[in-house]
């Protein structure tokens, strides 16, 4: 079993930035694609970014967030990251680190392991 813990959510100002890190224990990361999902309410849980297992200098993104975020995993540290700037009062929601042994990295059903979640707020 791999246990995840996120951190690093709050109220930020829109245009403002934050950091969130999710640390892993029970398992190493390094056999794992890793991934942040979000969800607001009322909506599904959405897609934000994921770094690939077999070539973590790979990272993908969302539309949404492309070129505003910056996800990052530290496999000697068990921790992955997300650098969030330029944040949008669309933003706002529930942030989740995830991780898989699959390879469908967009689709939240294929990931095995959650978090429990941090709450990001940015107030415009």
């Known amino acids: 079993q791999m246990q995840l813990v996120e951190s690093g959510g709050r109220l930020v100002q829109a245009g403002g930035s934050l950091r969130l890190s999710c640390v892993a224990s029970g398992r190493t990361i390094s056999g794992y694609s890793m991934a942040w999902f979000r969800q607001a309410p009322g909506k599904d849980r959405e897609f934000v970014a994921a770094?690939?297992?077999?070539?973590?200098?790979?990272?993908h993104y969302a539309d949404a967030v492309k070129g505003r975020f910056t996800m990052s995993r530290d496999n000697d540290k068990n921790t992955v990251y997300l650098q969030m700037d330029i944040l949008k009062p669309e933003d706002t929601a529930i942030y989740y680190c995830a991780a898989t042994s699959g390879s469908r990295l967009s689709l939240a059903s294929e990931y095995e392991y959650w978090g429990q979640g941090t709450q990001v707020t940015v107030s415009s």
């Open positions: 770094t690939f297992a077999w070539n973590i200098g790979h990272t």
